[in-house]
């Protein structure tokens, strides 16, 4: 099922799984996704749930990967929010605003939601409560020196009713005001990949990302030094594949192919 | 008083002058500006008055040019507005979507003004009204073939309460969502300076741009081939004019001495 031969996949120690697409689609398993899940992890394959979504809490997230089967443990789903925190701690950002809706605000609780004299701006999704008013609290923030953080950064997304604004123009709009680059911590982004390997043990090269989408799942990836294995579910399409300038690792059927892949090669090899 | 030695000022035919800060400053004229015009306009000099003020329409801001004793005549105001309409005719876009407060709107009376099927998406200066469902309504326009074109594209403004998001951070957002750069029609674009000759039967070389901001009025003036003079009035800053890598043609304490600047050459050398 490779494509372009042999993939390239020495001594994989870790798997990055991304969800919408690979594991589930809509509200159901994808065939064959929850035996492959069971089969990595009996590899002793170290597993995290990447995902990119901000519109729920990572807790809802797991709870939904619970209920259809995919036994997540405690903290292997990484989330943009998750990894925002994880930047706030490290950077010492104790005070925050939050432009996203009520419930993704669960997520930062070990942070100090504020609107005066914040370290950092967290931009997520605000949906149709995006306006004057809120953007321009934001740009006053990081013109008096917070930082801009921006959970992704998505151009459009399709809504029953068409296409709509995504996340994506909000951060672009307050990066072009502010004339600062946005911290952003979700897919593409290669900081995502390599903070999802955090307190893993394992280097870039020894992990593998398994997604749909050829651009922000693979090619992020790649850029991170980690190899990219691109499935033909969810959004893939072989247009859209082939046109694209990155070469996954290897691409597949579906997830239900990736156990096999990583077993062709020894776990161990000597040399 | 000119900085580096004797300017090249060859054979100017006409001068663009910027408004806000070379004329007047808040509501008065700027000393010797009304009797600098009236001798630039003796010595034959076709004159434009340009500003990217997109607040008031062009007939409020003839008004008050005429009010401060200017008498500047009729089509001699040119702004973002004038420009765009401009473009629109050449292209064929008689229904647009406008972006603007009401008064501004004034100034687009021969264009059809729509919300479905617009041929143009023409974004000014909407202030606190710029929300997710006005831009998320320009941006399906635009994803549906309509142009993109703004008024301009500052990325602040000093508003009483504070500094506050000007024009651009919505213009940026919705480029960004439609991978479309917008036809930004003010300064600093060249083609505002171009545009603004339009009729006048003069090349960029012979003209002139009068204004206090090295960057928008000197650099964009530069950038078309016009030479730009600076003054030492309104918004000029001289750390910002020695850090700016723009060298003006000219720099001048103000408008009154811009006459004697240009008549230094003699307006009609025969080699």
Same mark, same amino acid.
């Given at each position: 099922?490779?494509?372009?031969?042999?993939? #390239?996949?020495?001594?994989?120690? =870790?798997?990055?799984?991304?969800?919408?697409?690979?594991?589930?689609?809509?509200?159901?398993?994808?065939?064959?996704?929850?035996?492959?899940?069971?089969?990595?992890?009996?590899?002793?394959?170290?597993?995290?749930?990447?995902?990119?979504?901000?519109?729920?809490?990572?807790?809802?997230?797991?709870?939904?990967?619970?209920?259809?089967?995919?036994?997540?443990?405690?903290?292997?789903?990484?989330?943009?929010?998750?990894?925002?925190?994880?930047?706030?701690?490290?950077?010492? #950002?104790?005070?925050? %605003?939050?432009? %996203?809706?009520?419930?993704?605000?669960?997520?930062?609780?070990?942070?100090?939601?504020?609107?005066?004299?914040?370290? =950092?701006?967290?931009?997520?999704?605000?949906?149709?409560?995006?306006?004057?008013?809120?953007?321009?609290? =934001?740009?006053?923030?990081?013109?008096?020196?917070?930082?801009?953080?921006?959970?992704?950064?998505?151009?459009?997304?399709?809504?029953?009713?068409?296409?709509?604004?995504?996340?994506?123009?909000?951060?672009?709009?307050?990066?072009?005001?502010?004339?600062?680059?946005?911290?952003?911590?979700?897919?593409?982004?290669?900081?995502?990949?390599?903070?999802?390997?955090?307190?893993?043990?394992?280097?870039?090269?020894?992990?593998? %990302?398994?997604?749909?989408?050829?651009?922000?799942?693979?090619?992020?990836?790649?850029?991170?030094?980690?190899?990219?294995?691109?499935?033909?579910?969810?959004?893939?399409?072989?247009?859209?594949?082939?046109?694209?300038?990155?070469?996954?690792?290897?691409?597949?059927?579906?997830?239900?192919?990736?156990?096999?892949?990583?077993?062709?090669?020894?776990?161990?090899?000597?040399?």
């Amino acid at each position: 099922v490779e494509r372009g031969g042999r993939p #390239h996949l020495p001594e994989i120690e =870790a798997v990055l799984l991304d969800i919408d697409g690979v594991l589930r689609i809509g509200d159901d398993a994808v065939p064959g996704a929850v035996e492959a899940v069971k089969q990595l992890r009996s590899a002793d394959l170290a597993l995290r749930f990447v995902t990119n979504t901000t519109s729920q809490p990572s807790r809802r997230i797991t709870e939904e990967l619970e209920r259809l089967g995919f036994e997540p443990g405690p903290e292997a789903v990484v989330t943009p929010a998750g990894l925002a925190i994880k930047r706030c701690r490290e950077l010492g #950002h104790g005070r925050v %605003m939050l432009l %996203m809706n009520e419930a993704v605000k669960e997520d930062f609780g070990e942070l100090q939601e504020t609107e005066d004299e914040a370290d =950092a701006v967290i931009v997520g999704d605000l949906g149709e409560e995006f306006s004057y008013e809120i953007l321009n609290r =934001a740009f006053r923030a990081v013109i008096d020196g917070a930082a801009l953080i921006a959970l992704q950064k998505n151009r459009y997304w399709l809504k029953p009713n068409g296409l709509s604004l995504d996340v994506g123009p909000f951060v672009a709009a307050l990066e072009y005001a502010t004339e600062k680059e946005a911290d952003v911590v979700g897919k593409p982004a290669p900081s995502f990949f390599e903070l999802a390997l955090d307190g893993l043990d394992v280097e870039p090269g020894q992990a593998a %990302m398994v997604g749909d989408d050829i651009e922000s799942d693979v090619g992020g990836a790649l850029e991170a030094g980690i190899p990219g294995i691109l499935v033909r579910t969810g959004k893939y399409r072989e247009d859209a594949a082939e046109a694209s300038s990155v070469e996954p690792t290897a691409t597949v059927d579906s997830i239900a192919d990736v156990p096999a892949l990583l077993r062709s090669e020894p776990r161990s090899s000597s040399g």
